[in-house]
Structures are given as C-alpha cells and as structure tokens.
C-alpha cells in the first residue's frame, strides 16, 4: 500500500499513441489483452519490464516497445518517491470494419493500470 501511486504522464493515451497493430495480428484478426509488468523507479522511470499475459503475433512486442516509452511520476510513501510494481493491460481490438476492407486501420484500446504493490 502506497500513500500515492505513480502516475503515468500523459495518460493512456501516452502510450496508446506509440502503438502500432502488428500487419501479422491485423491479418489473422488477433485481438486480446496483453498485461505489461514492470518496476516504476522513484526517478519515474520504466525497469524490468515484461510480459507476463501475452497474444503474440507481434502484440506482445508492440506493447512492450510502447510501455517502455512511458514516463511516470514516482509513487510515494511518507513523501518519498519509492519503487512500485505496476501492471498495465493493453487491450488490441481491430473493429469489424477490418475484416470487411473498407478500413484498415485497427484501433487500440487500453484499460486502467492495476497496481501489483512494491517489490
């Protein structure tokens, strides 16, 4: 439990906006959740970061590379900035227009980070 947990600045959409839906994944119609887990540093920064849910066919990595771009401000305990495990789940979604022609050009949705504690 922290006093404040680290805020990631710029919001989902920080991270959404540096994700690209793998050519693979958009021509075998893969959609999913990949959850992300990394060490958010007391500077703020991204450490460790892995998969630990994955879809594969290039979502994985897209995600990752994405993630890892991230900055956040530290979370807190008693006022210092401290490390903090966080997990965030991106979800891939191609709308149903991608598989008609008529739009190629899938959408990325994301759902709110779920803290994992301190490590």
Avoid: W
């Avoid at 710029?10 to 693979?24: C, F, H, T």
């Avoid at 119609?29 to 959850?35: F, L």
């Avoid at 807190?76 to 495990?85: A, S, Y």
């Amino acid at each position: 439990i922290f006093e404040q947990m680290p805020k990631l600045i710029g919001g989902m959409a920080s991270i959404q906006s540096k994700i690209m839906y793998p050519e693979v994944a958009k021509r075998e119609g893969i959609e999913g959740r990949v959850v992300v887990q990394f060490i958010v540093t007391e500077t703020g920064e991204i450490e460790s970061p892995q998969i630990v849910k994955g879809i594969g066919s290039g979502c994985d990595e897209a995600a990752l590379e994405a993630v890892m771009q991230a900055k956040f401000e530290p979370g807190l305990q008693r006022g210092e900035p401290v490390r903090v495990q966080y997990s965030i789940p991106v979800i891939f979604r191609l709308d149903d227009s991608d598989f008609t022609g008529s739009n190629n050009i899938p959408t990325i949705k994301q759902i709110d980070h779920l803290a994992l504690g301190d490590n």
